[in-house]
């Protein structure tokens, strides 16, 4: 969550350096996505995989025909 925390904050200053309307860090609902599914043929226990999808939206406004490139460099 942290990494996407910073990457959200350098757009948003980034922005405003160039005095562009943002509105942002919109966090919305994590959802957590469960499989669950038995451990062996004929027992009883059983295994939960999980994994949470975080969202956030922010809106950055900028003039008609500007071009926006957007690099996401994985670590």
Known sequence: MKPTKAVCADLVRGAK?????????VRMPTKVLKI???KAQG???WLIFSAD???QISSITIEPGVEVEVTIADS
């Open 53 to 55: 999808v975080v969202k």
């Open 36 to 38: 669950t599914t038995r």
């Open 17 to 25: 350096d160039k005095r562009l309307i943002t509105k942002g860090l």
């Open 43 to 45: 027992t009883n226990e």
